[in-house]
């Protein structure tokens, strides 16, 4: 029983993320270092040393997903871009509309996840940059410039420090799902439409992505199978 607690509580620190290796995180963590770095200085460059804050918080929370995990759909270029700078309009927008701090955060917020998502560029770091600016009401640098600079600059930065750091690792940046490989399966799309509409659930992880992890899990099973029996006895 002993055994059996002390287990759980160090399954409770395995990564939850499919695939996770020790190396993986570590390249992770470098790869952040770089791109963080990286920004800061060409934004440095870029913005001449003035007044401006070279670096906005929620580059951070970005870096952890271009670098740990680049295969995110959340993760992708037009997602960090796109989804950063409208949340920081946003958040601008709804500062000159809605006077109560409290609900220009809720508003704020609740309208970036909205925008975003229609406009197909959902990346979670744009919630704080939009709470952000909000927060920051009256004391943002730069004003109506915000979302391109430093919001605009540094988002795109971290993207093109991060495909130079993938490539250099040898990883896919912008990623792009690998085709699936036919294999017999019990599955077809429609059912698969069906299952992900049945659950109500939205993952973090691309449509082709799934397919064709699907097909390789079919795939090794079916060559699992022919192993079986062909190593079991015959009678």
Known sequence: MIAAAANARVMLFRPILAGAALRDRLLAGVGATFGIALTGVLAAVLAGQGSLPLLVAPIGASAVLVFAVPASPLAQPWPVIGGNMLSALLGLLVVQCVPAPVAAAAL??????VVMSLLRCLHPPGGAVALGVVLAAGHLP??????WLPVGIDSALLVF????????SRRAYPHRPAAAVPAPSPFAAE????????????????RADLDAL???????AAIRRERSARSSPRR
Do not use: K, T
């Not at 730069?142 to 979302?147: D, E, F, I, R, T």
């Not at 420090?161 to 250099?168: E, I, S, T, Y």
């Not at 059912?191 to 691309?206: G, K, T, V």
């Open 214 to 220: 699907l097909d390789a899990a079919a795939r090794h």
């Open 142 to 147: 730069n004003g109506w410039l915000y979302p």
């Open 161 to 168: 420090g991060a495909m130079l750091f993938h490539r250099l």
């Open 191 to 206: 059912d698969m439409d069906a299952a992900l509409a049945e659950m109500h659930e939205s993952f973090d992880i691309a």
């Open 108 to 113: 704020a917020v609740g309208g970036a996840i």
